[in-house]
């Protein structure tokens, strides 16, 4: 399942009240990447200077930060017009690799370090690729994974790892189409202890998939449920804690984001009760996603970025989210998809102010900004037709803020918007159902 709930129809209004806003305190401007709403990921080197992949049309655009600004090259054209990125690693010598996918399964092309775009696999017929997934071996080569389902609902996952020519090694991990699955699996290769493991997530479980020491795999449940299914993306990475992994959930009522602890015990906490999975780090030994949340005018929806870890969410964002990791040396980074773009931030530490909004049909706005005792808070409306900035509430001595807007005559978010001085992130809070 590929679904992307994406909102691309919003341009920047009220040009007046955002220059007011930029003049107060809290609210400065952002780094943009490039002015482009396409499907986003976010790496980063070694070094911690970052790396952004999007699409462009067929074409696949990466583009690094530099000294001097942000520099882009073209890594290829995919063969169809439904491209969906995959994942994005960066190696110790700093060259990216890349994985794309086709929305329906029909093919997987990878750049691998630095070099062009090719296809390396496609399914037999009457078959369909899952949600594949990418990362670096112990020698920091780029090995990529991914699950194969026939209509029968029979699956094979495959493993594909790199040798030091650059030839692609195919290795089966499961035979005899097990385990059925109603939706083509998720997978996502991760480095334990130095070896690699795949988990695959399909309908209902997941499974942590390690190389046996005679030869073969072994699997071991880390997840199983009766009231949802896993759907879409993957992620897992290792640490001392033990392993972790995430995906969505899918049930009947709704999508949410689970985060596993695989360790002496399996563990499953719900970091988000409505979202969809972004990307997965570890700091410390706990483990955070990132996510986006959304509400919905009419059939528009509208965009939250929320960052949670295995108590819930700590902070919301302004925009859709396509990246959020920390870099080696402890810095946080994030990628926003915002109405002027891809916008990337970084953050000396865990980004967590929390915003709170409430609003009435009269057009009164209120809220809070948790920690904060100055600067301004930026009211924007969100309508079908696309996103207004409306006037900015000053903060209290105590962080609330109050706005009255006249009363909206149509279906109406508002979402209050504080931005963080030392690092341009906008913090955010956005209504879940319309008033007016």
Request: aromatic share 8%; hydrophobic share 40%.
């Amino acid at each position: 399942m590929h679904e992307n709930h994406r909102y691309v129809k919003s341009a920047w209004k009220g040009l007046t009240g955002l220059v007011v806003a930029l003049a107060l305190p809290g609210l400065a401007r952002a780094e943009i990447v490039a002015p482009t709403h396409s499907e986003a990921l976010l790496g980063a080197a070694p070094d911690g200077s970052p790396r952004v992949a999007y699409t462009s049309g067929r074409d696949v655009v990466v583009g690094r930060r530099t000294a001097a600004g942000w520099k882009f090259a073209r890594a290829g054209k995919v063969p169809g017009t439904s491209p969906v990125l995959a994942g994005l690693v960066v190696d110790g010598r700093g060259r990216t690799s890349l994985l794309v996918e086709a929305r329906n399964g029909s093919w997987l092309a990878l750049a691998s370090r630095g070099g062009k775009l090719r296809v390396v696999a496609r399914p037999r017929k009457g078959a369909s690729f899952g949600p594949a997934g990418l990362t670096l071996d112990a020698r920091g080569r780029p090995a990529f994974a991914y699950a194969l389902r026939l209509r029968s609902t029979k699956t094979w996952l495959r493993l594909v790892t790199t040798d030091a020519r650059g030839r692609l090694h195919t290795h089966g991990i499961t035979k005899g189409g097990f385990p059925s699955s109603a939706f083509v699996p998720g997978a996502a290769p991760v480095l334990v202890r130095g070896r690699l493991h795949v988990v695959e997530a399909y309908t209902d479980a997941a499974i942590d998939w390690g190389p046996k020491a005679g030869g073969g795999w072994e699997g071991q449940f880390l997840f199983a449920s009766r009231d949802g299914t896993p759907s879409g993306r993957v992620a897992a990475t290792a640490s001392s804690s033990g392993l972790w992994s995430a995906w969505t959930e899918m049930t009947a009522e709704t999508l949410g984001v689970l985060l596993n602890l695989s360790a002496e015990t399996q563990s499953t906490a719900t970091a988000l009760e409505h979202g969809i999975f972004v990307s997965l780090l570890v700091d410390h030994g706990n483990a955070q996603v990132g996510a986006y949340d959304w509400a919905l005018l009419g059939d528009t929806p509208v965009y939250a970025g929320v960052l949670a870890d295995a108590n819930g969410p700590f902070a919301e964002l302004d925009g859709r989210l396509d990246g959020y990791l920390r870099t080696r040396d402890g810095r946080y980074q994030v990628l926003l998809s915002t109405p002027s773009g891809l916008e990337w931030f970084e953050s000396p530490t865990r980004p967590s102010v929390r915003v709170s909004i409430a609003a009435d049909a009269s057009g009164l706005v209120q809220g809070h900004v948790e920690g904060a005792s100055g600067g301004g808070v930026q009211i924007y409306r969100e309508t079908a037709t696309g996103r207004t900035a409306v006037g900015v509430a000053e903060l209290a001595g105590d962080g609330t803020f109050t706005f009255q807007d006249t009363a909206p005559t149509s279906p109406t978010l508002y979402r209050a918007v504080y931005v963080n001085a030392a690092t341009s992130i906008p913090f955010a809070a956005l209504l879940r159902t319309p008033v007016g």
